[in-house]
């Protein structure tokens, strides 16, 4: 089974969905838990750190092989919790960073969110030195995206990210940093790939879940 880890209800259809396309027949457990994501931009992501372990030790209770946390910000100590705990977890947007350095050197990331700039830029480097690549990260915090999000105008929310998207230049991938982001991506076609964590992330999360192995060609902690 794999759990996964959300700090927002929206994510649960998403990746129900992305279950059935990606990886029919796979038992799902989510795990909401918005209230980390409130403590981590207001205290930072360490300050959850035990909280974290706790909802860890949580789905490995509910017989999860590996965990999927779907949220940037805490996705750092989701993975470092879950090798403290010797259960593999994984960080959506791990696989997202590992395409954008695959793609070349310029990567411009957006997030909605300001406290997910520096954990994706973090992840990107990382993915960039386990590669043996030089990369140059550009971040961009889309104006107002979030508090559209917060207010349930999903659609305004999209639009914001795709502008912003749009306005984009002299980069070889864009990265749309938060899983929320992703729908932005449909109908951009500026001739530089915009990546989104969801489908990458559960993707690369489900065979461990149903085999018990291990995320480490794809982790780095």
């Not at 043996?132 to 104006?143: F, K």
């Amino acid at each position: 089974m794999l759990a996964l880890l959300h700090t927002s209800p929206v994510h649960v259809p998403v990746f129900d969905a992305l279950r059935d396309a990606e990886a029919p027949g796979l038992a799902v457990h989510h795990l909401v838990r918005p209230e980390l994501l409130d403590r981590a931009r207001a205290q930072g992501p360490d300050a959850v750190s035990a909280d974290v372990s706790a909802v860890l030790s949580e789905a490995a209770g509910h017989g999860a092989r590996a965990v999927l946390c779907t949220c940037s910000t805490i996705g750092s100590v989701a993975e470092a919790a879950g090798a403290a705990l010797g259960l593999p977890v994984l960080r959506v947007d791990r696989p997202m960073a590992a395409a954008a350095v695959a793609s070349g050197p310029r990567i411009a990331v957006l997030a909605a969110l300001e406290s997910t700039l520096a954990p994706t830029e973090d992840l990107i480097v990382q993915e960039a030195q386990r590669a043996g690549r030089e990369v140059r990260v550009r971040t961009v915090l889309v104006p107002d995206a979030w508090e559209r999000f917060e207010s349930g105008d999903t659609e305004g929310y999209l639009s914001a990210i795709a502008a912003a998207a749009r306005e984009v230049r002299d980069a070889d991938a864009i990265v749309l940093a938060q899983a929320s982001m992703a729908p932005a991506a449909e109908g951009l076609d500026g001739g530089v790939p915009v990546l989104s964590s969801p489908r990458l992330g559960l993707r690369a999360a489900a065979q461990p879940a149903a085999s018990d192995s291990s995320f480490s060609g794809l982790r780095t902690i």
